[in-house]
């Protein structure tokens, strides 16, 4: 390579990376529009959570089809990136190959990249089958239309392409290595290139060399731009699915928090001592609002689970109430959560960091309450979720809103609430009628 080269290669490196770090940087933006949760205890529990679920993606393999085939891509891009560092060096310094003073771990590794790329390709080919041929249900329901049917589809060329763009220039390095040509020296090993080589035979030096580089720089520009159109992506989670399973609840499923004021409400109901119209000592024990109907109103790891979700649909094809036709899809909850967290970031990035209400909202805009008194509250969207997001938790804090600060729960469950209230039991029948049925027995 040249000067100009090396310059070239260096300026578009910092654009890509530049332009990464902002998007980054605007992420971890949005997700602390959140409130604060204190999830840093039981640190080795949660090291331990984050190496089986997202590294060792332990629930992937529950649906053995999607989750071998999902190690594989996700194999292949871990390892195959690790390439990634020999061309950036190569580009900076005008090296080639900088790598191959490894000898034989070389040779391996190249060789293993190469499987690895065959490999993807098969994994992604079938991947595409099962979204645009077969239409499992789980691609084909309502909530996975326009953008996110279309985002799925290009990820899946990406792949094809970056992984077609690295074979294509082994081979071309390869037909050069053997015609000894320049700097081109004969190292590696090709056990699939070599194959592809022949493709080169009769033509002349200088083409296959613009072959090799044209599909070098190809090669690097399009993983700069896959590393870019990551934020606008569902594959985010190659990324957040380390932080999200860190994070995640380590509490038992079905256990659901207490609010803090309403606790602290009711023991103050039952100190005998206290003066319960005392002004409260810590202005904070006094939320500005039960639950959440907006963005802001979620914590901020329910705000990373929504950037995290991979938009695979376990959760909604596991859900009992979208099976039997209801409204509800834990799916739609994240992306839902996730479109309004942008709507609000681009809101403040265009008010100079400041939110201006645009009279808009999560609840009502974006989730319905039909989706939210759907939920049976049974965990099966958490329990199939291959990197621990919860859908439920989302769910829980729109209801309470609705509960606490708008008395908006249906007539069956305001009835129930009355009667625990005033029967001490959900049914509408009176206290001293309550062990009738021993008589009877």
Same mark, same amino acid.
């Given at each position: ?301 329910? #705000? *990373?689970?929504? %950037?995290?979700? &991979? +938009? ?5 094809? =596991? @859900?009992? $109430? ?39 909202? #999560? *609840?009502?805009? %974006?989730?319905? &309450? +039909? ?5 049976? =509250? @049974?965990? $099966? ?61």
């Amino acid at each position: 390579m040249s000067f100009l080269d090396n310059i070239l290669f260096a300026l578009l490196l910092a654009i890509g990376v530049g332009f990464f770090t902002m998007n980054v940087k605007k992420l971890i933006r949005n997700i602390n529009l959140g409130r604060d949760i204190n999830r840093k205890d039981n640190s080795s529990e949660r090291w331990k959570n984050m190496a089986m679920v997202a590294i060792g993606q332990s629930k992937m393999v529950k649906r053995p089809i999607a989750g071998i085939l999902h190690i594989i891509v996700y194999a292949g891009f871990i390892i195959i990136n690790i390439e990634v560092i020999e061309i950036i060096i190569d580009g900076l310094f005008g090296t080639h190959r900088i790598l191959s003073f490894m000898g034989s771990f070389y040779d391996v590794l190249i060789a293993s990249f190469e499987i690895l790329a065959v490999l993807v390709l098969l994994a992604v080919f079938i991947f595409w089958i099962r979204r645009n041929t077969i239409k499992l249900d789980r691609f084909a329901s309502s909530d996975l239309t326009g953008k996110p049917k279309k985002d799925a589809n290009y990820i899946i060329y990406f792949e094809v392409i970056l992984m077609s763009l690295f074979l294509l220039m082994n081979a071309a390095d390869l037909h050069l290595q053997h015609l000894g040509i320049g700097h081109y020296n004969q190292v590696g090993s090709f056990p699939i290139s070599k194959f592809i080589a022949p493709l080169f035979n009769g033509m002349t030096e200088g083409i296959v060399v613009s072959i090799e580089r044209a599909a070098w720089w190809l090669h690097i520009v399009g993983i700069l731009i896959f590393l870019n159109y990551l934020y606008f992506s569902k594959h985010l989670h190659i990324l957040l699915a380390f932080p999200n399973t860190f994070y995640a609840d380590l509490n038992a499923k079905g256990k659901l928090d207490n609010l803090e004021s309403v606790t602290n409400e009711v023991k103050l109901m039952m100190d005998p001592s206290a003066d319960p119209f005392a002004t409260p000592t810590d202005p904070t024990a006094v939320p500005a609002k039960f639950g959440a109907s907006d963005v802001q109103d979620l914590n901020w790891v329910q #705000l *990373l689970n929504a %950037y995290s979700c &991979t +938009e695979c649909g376990r959760c909604t094809s =596991s @859900c009992p $109430a979208n099976q039997t036709g209801k409204k509800l899809s834990p799916r739609k909850i994240m992306m839902d959560t996730r479109d309004r967290l942008e709507e609000v970031g681009k809101n403040i990035d265009l008010n100079k960091g400041v939110f201006v209400d645009d009279g808009k909202s #999560l *609840l009502h805009d %974006y989730i319905s &309450t +039909e989706e939210l008194w759907a939920c049976t =509250s @049974c965990n $099966a969207c958490v329990e199939e979720c291959p990197i621990n997001i919860s859908p439920l938790s989302i769910i829980i804090d729109m209801r309470r809103y609705l509960v606490m600060e708008q008395s908006a729960a249906p007539n069956e469950l305001n009835n129930v609430m009355t009667n625990i209230e005033n029967n001490g039991a959900p049914w509408q029948y009176n206290q001293m009628d309550r062990l009738n049925w021993s008589s009877e027995a």
